[in-house]
């Protein structure tokens, strides 16, 4: 469920709109765990990570083969 749905029970508003201390909390938190692990990651960050990820599949598969 995304937040832009949720309404705070504390003003009645919409959380996406973050009106009051309790929606700019809720709202903060549902980004946090929607986001999963990679996404606070840099675009860069996660190309060099992509990129380690292919040579250690490379060596495997090279030492495998010997």
Do not use: I
Not at 33 to 58: E, H, I, K, N, Q
């Amino acid at each position: 469920m995304t937040y832009d749905r949720l309404v705070c029970a504390n003003c009645a508003a919409p959380v996406s709109e973050g009106r009051c201390p309790v929606c700019r909390s809720s709202r903060e938190r549902l980004q946090q765990s929607t986001g999963g692990p990679l996404a606070g990651m840099s675009p860069v960050a996660l190309l060099a990570l992509l990129a380690v990820l292919v040579a250690a599949v490379a060596l495997l598969a090279a030492h495998q083969t010997v």
